[in-house]
């Protein structure tokens, strides 16, 4: 069974068939929820992955499994907005996700794709990376376009790079009044900042989804983290992580 999955992803992903199926979709694909718009120099295999589902699949399967209905959500990460469609269809229509992008081009995608289907008063998009010690940093697009990566401030060697305005998970619930919250997280390796630097503000957190990068060291450090200020893994598909309070 885990070999036939490995070969549906790696056909809808990665194979000439996902390339020609990404080329003739031009640049707004559809996915379970709707129409999404996505950058101009998204690759074929991404638009592919899109519409059969597999892009992010980790990530939408845990939210509709595990995200408590009845929290707000604070999303650090929300590249094109294709995650936080599926929170918002997932929690009451009286909860809100307040996302954060810190790329402006998929910021405003995420805007656009949100929007088809969601009320404004329901949702709100930060133009900001997560980060600590520091009030910017120099971002990138990443290799796929639909997600950014921080680069050293004297990189030369990478296009595209910008500087973006920094913020923190607890600057977030202060801004926006929240105490009690689900967390979700795809930032690029900043998740283990997240949780090293602002663990006061994970006192509120009931559930939280993240993916994880970095060592297996790393990501095992994180794991005993949250299971010291109580919350206990539930699931882990591939890289993606799922914690409730307990």
Known sequence: MQTLRGWLY??????????????????????????I??????TPYTRSGIIF??????????????LPRDTDVIE???SIGIVSREILHRIDKSNRLVAVEAVPDLAALARANIGRLHPPKRWQILSAAIAYHCREVSFTAGPEHVAGRVVA????????????QTTTLSSILAEFGVSTYSLVMDIEGAEHEVISHDRAALAGC???ISELHGSEE????????????GMTLVERK??????LRS
Do not use: M, Q
Request: charged share 25%.
């Open 153 to 164: 401030a004297n990189d030369t060697s990478s296009e595209g790079i910008i500087t973006v």
């Open 206 to 208: 009931r559930c939280l």
């Open 76 to 78: 650090l990460g929300s």
């Open 10 to 35: 790696s056909l809808v992903t990665r194979s000439r068939l996902a390339w020609l199926v990404g080329t003739l979709s031009g640049r707004a694909v559809f996915d379970r929820r709707g129409r």
């Open 37 to 42: 718009l996505t950058p101009d120099n998204c």
């Open 53 to 66: 589902g597999a892009y992010e699949y980790s990530e939408k399967y845990l939210v509709r499994k595990w």
């Open 238 to 243: 591939h890289s993606v992580v799922a914690f």
């Open 218 to 229: 790393e990501k095992d450090r994180f794991c005993r983290v949250l299971n010291d200020i």
